[in-house]
Structures are given as structure tokens and as C-alpha cells.
């Protein structure tokens, strides 16, 4: 069965600080997709990154890298030099677009970021 | 390039009233989702649309939601009647296609039933 977990309810850090958000899924696929999705207070999901399950290469944006191991099954964010402007909540989610699924986002519960000054 | 849109943003009913919340997707986009996040969760799919056929409502509690996307772009989600426990906000999202493409998302309809 499809899930996705996120162990790490809520975290705080100050301001500069590295901080790694975990994700763990399952999945009986070998062709799946990961997303981490960013929610702001103003509740809009914002779309950070999209990684298909053939392709490992660590990615790098900025200040934000994420880590691909299919080994572990983790999918996990690191923001660089925090800033008060990454407080939110940031979800990870599964798709797997096999034939007789519908590609539907399994989002995780969440972990809130709060970065303080 | 235009967002998800939705309105209203927030809004506030009594059990047992009746809401509507509409959705116009991204520009080209053939699927249409809604996905229901309770406070404290991770957005859950209650309907997924390709362009105006159902592809999954396995979620969608039948006996008071009901939604459509009947030209195959904007979309109405419709509650009637609601419960408490439908206070919730509903996200509004599409891609382009049905699997293996981003899907974007909405700013939400917040609703409190009192």
C-alpha cells in the first residue's frame, strides 16, 4: 500500500541554522514519483520540487537540496541558512502512475518549520 | 500564466446548511482534483476529474458531497448537508495530465461549520 511518512511533527530552529526534513514512503512500484510541497499560512500548496523514482541525483535550489535514497526508501529536504520566510508547513507526497492508478497525490501529515529571528 | 482559482476563500456556515465552492484550473490543464485537509493533516483526494469524466470519487462521502466539471474546465464542489466535521479547507488543484505531472494547487476555500 501507498504511504507516506513524516516523522517529524514540528521543528524550530533559529535563524541561519541548516535544518532536514525527513520523509519516508512506501510503495510496491518501481515507477513512482516523490513531491515536497510548501503551505504558507495562507494555505496555497506551493510546489517545490518533483523527483520520478529513476533518477537518484541529489538536487540542489538555492538554499533547498533534497536526497533521494531509494535504499531507505527517503526522500529527505534540507533547507540551507534558514530564514523566517521558511516557516511553514511542508508536505511530502507519492504518486504512483501505473496503469489503474489514478497518479493521486498520498500527502504525509506535515511538519511545521518555524524559523525564529 | 494564471493559478489554480477558487472562491470563496472562507466561509462560514451552520450544520446542516448547503456550500458551493468553485474551481477554475490552470489553463490547458485536463485534471481536476479536490483534496479535503482537516487541520492538523495532509491534504486527502476526495474527487479526481479527466477533463469531464470522474477518475476517482472512491473517497467522496456521496450521501452529502457532490461535485462536477461539466464543459471539462471549472468545477463546483457542493456540500449539503454539512456537518461539523466538514469544517476543513478544500483545495482545489490540476495538471496537465492525469499521471506523471505536477499538480498545482489552489489557495484553499476555508470552511467552519458551527
Known amino acids: 500500500a501507498q504511504k507516506v511518512t513524516q516523522a517529524q511533527t514540528e521543528i524550530s530552529v533559529v535563524e541561519k541554522e541548516d535544518v532536514t526534513l525527513d520523509c519516508v514512503y512506501e510503495t510496491r512500484d518501481t515507477t513512482y514519483y516523490l513531491f515536497w510541497y510548501k503551505q504558507p499560512p495562507s494555505g496555497e500548496l506551493v510546489f517545490l520540487i518533483r523527483?520520478?523514482?529513476?533518477?537518484?541525483q541529489n538536487e540542489i535550489s538555492g538554499r533547498y537540496s533534497w536526497n533521494f535514497q531509494k535504499s531507505t526508501s527517503s526522500f529527505n529536504f534540507t533547507i540551507t541558512a534558514s530564514q523566517v520566510v521558511d516557516s511553514a508547513v511542508y508536505f511530502c507526497?507519492?504518486?504512483?502512475?501505473?496503469?489503474?492508478?489514478?497518479?493521486?497525490?498520498?500527502f504525509g501529515q506535515g511538519t511545521t518549520l518555524q524559523v525564529k529571528p | 500564466e494564471a493559478g489554480v482559482a477558487q472562491s470563496p476563500r472562507y466561509k462560514i456556515i451552520e450544520k446542516r446548511q448547503s456550500v458551493a465552492f468553485w474551481c477554475n484550473p490552470i489553463s490547458g490543464h485536463a485534471t481536476l482534483y479536490w483534496y479535503q485537509q482537516i487541520l492538523g493533516q495532509g491534504p486527502k483526494l476526495l474527487i479526481q476529474?479527466?477533463?469531464?469524466?470522474?477518475?476517482?470519487d472512491s473517497q467522496l462521502p456521496k450521501d452529502r458531497f457532490s461535485a462536477e466539471r461539466l464543459k471539462g474546465v471549472d468545477s463546483t464542489l457542493k456540500i449539503q448537508p454539512a456537518k461539523l466535521e466538514d469544517s476543513a479547507v478544500y483545495l482545489c488543484?490540476?495538471?496537465?495530465?492525469?499521471?506523471?505531472?505536477?499538480?498545482?494547487f489552489g489557495e484553499g476555500s476555508w470552511l467552519t461549520v458551527v
Open positions: 523527483r520520478n523514482s529513476f533518477d537518484e
Open positions: 476529474f479527466q477533463n469531464n469524466g470522474v477518475v476517482d
Open positions: 507526497a507519492l504518486s504512483e502512475p501505473r496503469s489503474g492508478n489514478t497518479g493521486k497525490l498520498i
Open positions: 488543484a490540476s495538471s496537465v495530465r492525469q499521471t506523471g505531472s505536477t499538480i498545482y
